[in-house]
């Protein structure tokens, strides 16, 4: 009986042995060791999956670039058609979609960074033009209506509580059709409409500008109920930060909400918690609401002082309802 088993076992092994040696050997021009993605079939799913999409990227970036090429490296014409020349999609290639679907495989690495509250890091998710082209138009927006944003600004210095210099933009602020790519994107990755989305929040925080921690959704207990409410935000880097401007989440964690309690917390302090660091391209998701609908209260976050640098971030808020048209 137990010999049987051994047996099976070692069929299973040599079996898998010999998928996941094909499996990483059809790969084209999959980075070499000194990355750590190629090493044994031990790899884990999530490294091999990164290899794909690392390699598919490499590729797309080569292409367009229009630099002489390595000898033996394919072009591509988008970053679709590079994920399709993969083994993986080989072997699985995008199944017939609804009528609302797409023919193709998109791909975002992501890394659950909390439960408490749900956060997801979407890592390089804007590319630099795209980033560089974004806080061009915000700029040009903040800087001739500097004035009528004084008065509220002013009013919200007074206030300490939120110090940057901010702007609203929709997808038709921007004919270039950037921000719309993004919020198309975002719909992708999330499955929540483009429609659920509020217009961008975006934000300059400099030297010494900070928000103090708050929520993003509408406290029931402060606010009443609510015919619409925002279930998660998503804050879009588009710049790194030399120093400071953390994004601190004070309350995370299974038992975050002890630190509450705790004497001395301060809805300004950027001591402790869970901090966030920017990263020019980065997209970083919470939910404010568990998914039965209730308030998460882990989700409590706040932008720490910019300390060198500039802070440039587009802030995303999605509602649990259609909120611009057309809905869907
Ligand atoms: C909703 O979910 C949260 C988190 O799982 C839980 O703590 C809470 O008790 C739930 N509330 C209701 C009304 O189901």
């Not at 402060?222 to 994004?247: H, K, W």
């Not at 975050?256 to 309690?261: I, V």
Request: proline share 6%.
């Amino acid at each position: 009986m137990s010999r049987g088993y051994t047996t099976t076992t070692l069929l299973c092994f040599c079996a898998l042995s010999f998928i996941f040696g094909r499996f990483i050997q059809e790969i084209p021009g999959l980075p070499q060791t000194k990355s750590g993605f190629t090493q044994s079939g031990s790899a884990s799913k999530a490294s091999r999956r990164q290899a794909i999409e690392k390699v598919a990227e490499q590729q797309v970036r080569l292409s367009q670039d229009g630099k002489p090429q390595a000898p033996g490296r394919r072009q591509f014409a988008s970053f679709e058609d590079a994920m399709a020349s993969t083994a993986a999609v080989q072997r699985a290639p995008p199944v017939q979609p609804g009528q609302s679907g797409n023919d193709f495989y998109s791909s975002q690495p992501l890394q659950i960074i909390s439960w408490y509250p749900r956060i997801i890091l979407f890592p390089g998710f804007i590319d630099e033009e795209r980033c560089a082209h974004f806080i061009k138009l915000a700029k040009a927006r903040l800087a001739p209506s500097a004035l009528a944003l004084r008065k509220t600004e002013e009013d919200q210095e007074t206030e300490d509580v939120r110090t940057s210099q901010g702007t609203f933009m929709s997808r038709y602020d921007d004919p270039a059709g950037v921000i719309s790519w993004i919020e198309e994107k975002a719909a992708q990755l999330t499955g929540l409409p483009v429609s659920h989305g509020e217009p961008f929040n975006v934000l300059r925080y400099q030297l010494g500008q900070h928000y103090d921690s708050h929520y993003d959704i509408f406290e029931p207990e402060s606010y009443g109920p609510q015919s619409s409410q925002r279930m998660a935000t998503i804050l879009f880097y588009l710049s790194d930060v030399e120093e400071g401007g953390e994004t601190v989440f004070p309350l995370e964690g299974q038992y975050g909400m002890e630190r509450l309690q705790a004497s001395g917390f301060n809805f300004k302090s950027c001591v402790g918690g869970y901090q966030y660091k920017p990263r020019r391209g980065d997209a970083l998701m919470f939910y404010s609401m568990h998914p039965n609908g209730t308030f998460d209260k882990h989700a409590l976050h706040g932008g720490c002082p910019v300390v060198k640098g500039e802070k440039w971030v587009a802030t995303k808020w999605l509602r649990d309802k259609c909120f611009s048209l057309p809905c869907m």
